[in-house]
């Protein structure tokens, strides 16, 4: 199954991300790190007037898996409300961890993302593509306390470093 994940489209976002850059006037920022494999990332959104995310974006250096999913998340969030967000996030997870495997809803809530459903399979490589989703969650949810979000996203992470990005 895990043979799909390295496909054309999964290969752009790695390779070409288009929310991979340095946000001008976040409303917030936070930072997520793979401690085990040296993934790291700072997700950064602008919140609309509306109360949704208006712009979205990271910066960073990471695996592939960790590189692609960060974009296809930020791709997804755009015009999303926090709880509409969350809610994704949550989902996805879900979804990566082979909790939630119905198709049709992950391919329509979660687009493209939905292509990282055989990750389920590789348990080392799951910490990789939860990394964007968690560090966005808990920078929400963290906002929605009413509280800064500074905190630094710690989690495992045991993969070789063949599929590399790193950031030029």
Known sequence: M???LYNAVFLDHAK???YK???EDATMSHEGINPSCGDEL?????MAADGTIEEAAFTGSGCAISQASADMMSDLMIDKTPEEAIALCELFKRMIRGEETDDELLEEQLDEAAMLRDIA???ARVKCAEL???TLQEMLEAHAGATTATATVHA???HDREHDIEDA
């Open 156 to 158: 495992a992470c045991d």
């Open 42 to 46: 700072t997700f950064s959104v602008r």
């Open 21 to 23: 850059y340095q946000m």
């Open 132 to 134: 964007a989703w968690r």
């Open 16 to 18: 070409n991300p288009d």
């Open 121 to 123: 399979h590789m348990p």
């Open 2 to 4: 895990a043979n799909n």
